[in-house]
């Protein structure tokens, strides 16, 4: 079966994270994902690059975002690595959908992010590492 890896990084400026989604969603179109699932994944690393430039990386365009993608054993594999804190968020499993709906009420947007993410790929997995940053790693399968 064929395999491939791309690694990347970009600035913590809004926007860059664009580059990203459509290298990834040619990828995932190079090794036979659905449209579906390709569009599925495009929401899924927007949600984790954005992530990782405001609340890793706190929009500082001197930290870069460092994204690994590869495919590999059926299935699309992404980890995109902010270099902040490393601090997870304690509510960052699970949005409050009450506290979401306000908010949304009140027109103050955010807290869906990982939400989306674990709801459009197959897995969901975040590491946080104590003065190295935290990594989200999404996967999918081809199937």
Not at 8 to 21: A, L, M, Q, W
Not at 78 to 86: E, L, N, T
Not at 118 to 138: N, P
Request: glycine share 10%; with cysteine; net charge negative.
């Amino acid at each position: 079966m064929r395999s491939g890896k791309v690694i990347t990084s970009i600035p913590s400026i809004e926007g860059y994270e664009e580059i990203v989604v459509e290298s990834i969603a040619t990828m995932a179109r190079i090794f036979g994902l659905s449209g579906k699932k390709i569009n599925n994944l495009r929401v899924a690393v927007n949600e984790a690059c954005i992530n990782a430039i405001e609340h890793g990386n706190n929009y500082d365009p001197e930290k870069m975002v460092d994204i690994t993608y590869l495919f590999a054993d059926g299935e699309m594999v992404v980890s995109v690595k902010d270099s902040g804190s490393g601090e997870i968020h304690p509510d960052f499993q699970q949005p409050d959908v009450a506290e979401q709906v306000k908010k949304f009420k009140q027109k103050r947007m955010g807290g869906w992010g990982l939400f989306l993410m674990k709801s459009l790929v197959d897995e969901v997995d975040i590491v946080g590492s104590e003065g190295q940053g935290a990594t989200a790693t999404l996967k999918i399968s081809a199937e």
